[in-house]
């Protein structure tokens, strides 16, 4: 008997594989989803991406929600306008009523002595200084789908 009684969970292969190199003054959210759009990726996975940034937002939770869904008051939005090294990013590519949505996540360091990283979801603000390389797949086989989860109220992968 499995133990996984809250898992939902779907099988597909990498289809496509897309690299991307933008270049200085592109929002990184922003570029990952107009490339989604303009290549009609419904479902999909950033493996990797590596880069420097002149500024970055990052948001994290910071308090435990009294109730669900997490807003934005239990939420942290970290600004830093510095060059920042781009460590990791990783992520996936869903929609969400027909929109392409991305769930991104980001490590960067600083140029700090002590090599200082941070980390967090990626939100808007994550501005490219010289250059960012990323490489996404697409999903197919299966269509990853973004809609309110009925437990935690907020926007969660369903499949179809």
Request: aromatic share 4%; net charge neutral; hydrophobic share 40%.
């Amino acid at each position: 008997m499995s133990e996984l009684k809250k898992v939902r969970m779907a099988e597909g292969v990498l289809g496509r594989v897309v690299a991307i190199r933008l270049g200085p003054g592109d929002d990184v959210i922003k570029s990952l989803e107009e490339i989604a759009r303009q290549k009609n990726i419904k479902s999909g996975v950033v493996l990797s991406g590596a880069g420097v940034l002149s500024q970055v937002t990052l948001r994290n939770v910071r308090l435990f929600p009294e109730e669900f869904p997490v807003q934005d008051r239990n939420r942290i939005y970290t600004p830093k306008k510095e060059p920042m090294e781009v460590l990791s990013l990783a992520g996936n590519i869903s929609r969400r009523d027909g929109e392409v949505h991305i769930h991104c996540h980001i490590t960067v360091s600083s140029g700090l002595e002590d090599g200082r990283a941070y980390g967090g979801h990626l939100i808007e603000g994550c501005i490219v200084l010289a250059y960012c390389e990323i490489i996404i797949a697409e999903i197919t086989g299966l269509e990853i789908k973004r809609r309110t989860d009925p437990e935690t109220k907020g926007p969660e992968i369903f499949f179809d």
